[in-house]
């Protein structure tokens, strides 16, 4: 007890600031990064894939800690098959490999993995390991973990007018009754709320077609960290900011 050191480190530093009641309930990373952090370090971008998948998992773990209830990994857009083959592949393998490597602490942690996206045009040992890891999960309490995977805003948005469209002419639908909250349900998101926090490390700001209708209201944070960098006191941050945010609605205060 005596030698117990007793200042608190940077990170519980951060984490002492949040406000457990205010926390955002959906929170959404654009992971990017991981070819820069690799050429920084004379590595292929695939190493650079490899350390962002660690840091997939300690994020996971914080915002499961913490209390978060949805959380959103965009971890392969529509665009993302014009990169080279091989680097593709690699990342589809990473996929497999973590929800192999982690599915049992995920599902001690009592979060459920669910994937949005169009998640049939993946190769079928991805989509059987997103099945297995959804069964196992689903029926778990605590965070749902997001992956975003063959995800692309525009192309989703694309899918449900198609899907509106075709349920109006079998009339199911009444044109009248198409309003924003009848869009909402056509989405891949439909039973989650909006997402409140979107971070993007890495230095761009741009949202590179993630959740374009879901994130009207988002607040938006950014960093220059690259994402195998990223770590649990960059994300307890953002939230500190997040909750100093003065969100609005377009109303006034
Ligand atoms: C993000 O890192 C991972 C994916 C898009 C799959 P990048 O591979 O985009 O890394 P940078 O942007 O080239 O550094
Ligand atoms: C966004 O990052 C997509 C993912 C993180 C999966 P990209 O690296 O693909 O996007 P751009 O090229 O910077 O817009
Ligand atoms: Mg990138």
Request: hydrophobic share 40%; aromatic share 10%.
């Amino acid at each position: 007890m005596f030698f117990k050191k007793n200042r608190p480190s940077v990170e519980e530093n951060i984490l002492s600031k949040i406000d457990k009641n205010k926390l955002p309930a959906h929170i959404a990373i654009i992971m990017d990064g991981n070819g820069r952090w690799a050429k920084k370090k004379n590595m292929p971008r695939t190493m650079g894939h490899r350390a962002g998948v660690e840091t997939i998992r300690e994020i996971v773990k914080a915002c499961s800690k913490l209390g978060i209830k949805y959380l959103t990994l965009y971890a392969f857009s529509t665009e993302n098959w014009k990169r080279p083959s091989d680097e593709v592949s690699v990342l589809m393998n990473l996929l497999v490999e973590y929800l192999r490597g982690e599915v049992n602490e995920l599902h001690k942690n009592n979060v459920v993995v669910r994937a949005i996206g169009d998640i049939g045009g993946l190769p079928q040992i991805c989509q059987d390991e997103l099945k297995r890891a959804y069964e196992k999960t689903k029926n778990n309490s605590g965070l749902k973990l997001n992956l975003a995977l063959n995800y692309g805003g525009r192309d989703e948005i694309k899918k449900a007018v198609k899907a509106i469209v075709s349920d109006v002419s079998e009339g199911k639908v009444a044109i009248g009754d198409i309003d924003e909250k009848l869009i909402s349900s056509y989405l891949y998101t439909s039973d989650m709320p909006d997402p409140d926090l979107i971070i993007r490390p890495s230095g761009e700001y741009r949202i590179s077609n993630f959740l374009l209708w879901q994130i009207a209201y988002a607040e938006l944070w950014f960093s220059d960290v690259y994402w195998p960098d990223f770590k649990p006191d960059n994300l307890y941050q953002a939230i500190v900011d997040f909750q100093n945010r003065d969100r609005r609605f377009g109303g006034i205060k």
